[in-house]
Structures are given as structure tokens and as C-alpha cells.
């Protein structure tokens, strides 16, 4: 079963706008993860954040976790076209789980010039 | 530095045929996983090495093996290949520390089982 769900299931903006993505998860965590899939390859990483952290920033990207209400959300900034692919959560369930995340379904991401 | 080499990135096989796919990382990390992602489902964990010498179970073992050949190679094979199977499958790796750490990507198999 999915740890994460993300919302929305697919967004599209134009290039410079912003683009949100949340994500949703059912149990305590360790920690929260981002990653993004471009058309025909693997996962990257993006960025990680604590569960003892709110908000975390690296280059254009801002993600913030709220634990009360077990959610999370990657803002994109000035988004450009390059940026068009999916995204996706993931996340580690406490306790245990060693080394297991469990990914979302996944935002799709258009950018449109 | 390669990070993540899957091969190979595209098979066809028959019902009932065996194959195995290959995966190696050369960034010295201890823990190394397979998944595999269908439409609408997202990645689900096949199996998982937390370290050379172990291999446990994820979400959806059921019809594979894996063999951690060394800390570099993490092997997934189909025994008897079913069109449930037909998917994109990814091997990943990380190192353990303070908690989970980044996963590195290969750039999946694309396997169609017809």
C-alpha cells in the first residue's frame, strides 16, 4: 500500500509561474523525501527533511512538513520547462524500516513555454 | 562516475520464460533495493539488500529472487515470466547513516512479458 499520496495527480503552468505539489502520508515518519523522474529515466533526489524540521530551501525549490497533519509540500519557483516531469514523495515509516521508503504516486509536472 | 548501470534497459520476453536483470553501483554504498513502477502505481519495493550478504522482502516479492552478488551487484531474476510482470523496473542504492539517506537511480529495464 502507498505510504504517500501526492495532490494533484498532474498540474501544468506556464513558464515563470509557480508550481505546488503536496503530499500526504498515514504514519509517523523519520523523515520525507522529493525526488523527480524526467520521461524515461530514473528517480533524483532532491532534497530531504527531518521530521523535526518545517521547511527546508535548495535553489528554487521549498518544501515544508507539517507533522500534525501528516502532509508536505514541494513549491517550485519561477518554473521553466526543464522542469517538466514528475515528482514524487517518499517517505520512511517509523519505527523500523530499515532503509525502506515508500514512494507516492506522483505529480506530473508540464511546463509549458 | 556511473552511479547506478542497469542492464538491460529493454527486453521482450515469452510466458514462461526466465531472465535476469543486472545492476551495479559504484558509489560504495551498503544498501541497494529493486522496484518496480506501473502506471498509476507508482514505485512498489520488490526486495532490498541493507548491506552485502542480507536480502529481505518489500511489497511485492511475489514471482522474483535477487542475489547480492558483492557490494557492487544486485541481481533480480524472473523465474517463470508472467504478463503481471510486464513493468518498469529500477534498482536504486544508498548508504546507511543517520537515518535514510538519498537513493541513487538507474534508469530502469522496460520489460514487456507477452
Known amino acids: 500500500s502507498q505510504q504517500g499520496e501526492e495532490d494533484p495527480q498532474a498540474l501544468s503552468i506556464q513558464e515563470g509561474e509557480n508550481a505546488t505539489m503536496n503530499c500526504s502520508y498515514k504514519?509517523?515518519?523519520?523523515?520525507l523525501q522529493w525526488y523527480r523522474q524526467n520521461s524515461g529515466r530514473g528517480l533524483v533526489h532532491l532534497i530531504l527533511?527531518?521530521?523535526?524540521?518545517r521547511e527546508k530551501h535548495s535553489g528554487r525549490l521549498r518544501v515544508t512538513l507539517d507533522t500534525s497533519k501528516k502532509s508536505s509540500s514541494l513549491l517550485i519557483t519561477a518554473s521553466r520547462a526543464a522542469d517538466t516531469a514528475s515528482y514524487f514523495c517518499?517517505?520512511?515509516?517509523?519505527?523500523?524500516?530499515?532503509?525502506?521508503?515508500?514512494f507516492g504516486t506522483g505529480t506530473k509536472l508540464q511546463v509549458i513555454p | 562516475n556511473a552511479g547506478v548501470t542497469q542492464t538491460p534497459k529493454f527486453q521482450v520476453l515469452k510466458t514462461g520464460q526466465s531472465m535476469t536483470l543486472q545492476c551495479a553501483q559504484d558509489?560504495?554504498?551498503?544498501?541497494m533495493y529493486w522496484y518496480r513502477q506501473d502506471p498509476g502505481m507508482g514505485l512498489r519495493l520488490i526486495y532490498y539488500?541493507?548491506?552485502?550478504?542480507t536480502t529481505d522482502k518489500g511489497e511485492v516479492p511475489n514471482g522474483y529472487n535477487v542475489s547480492r552478488l558483492n557490494k557492487r551487484e544486485f541481481s533480480l531474476r524472473l523465474e517463470s515470466a508472467a504478463p503481471s510482470q510486464t513493468s518498469v523496473y529500477f534498482c536504486?542504492?544508498?548508504?546507511w547513516g543517520e537515518g535514510n539517506q538519498p537513493q541513487h537511480f538507474g534508469d530502469g529495464t522496460r520489460l514487456s512479458i507477452l
Open positions: 536504486a542504492s544508498s548508504q
Open positions: 504514519t509517523s515518519i523519520n523523515n
Open positions: 527533511i527531518r521530521s523535526n524540521e
Open positions: 517518499a517517505t520512511d515509516a517509523k519505527p523500523g524500516g530499515y532503509q525502506k521508503v515508500t
Open positions: 558509489m560504495n554504498h551498503n544498501s
Open positions: 539488500s541493507a548491506s552485502e550478504g
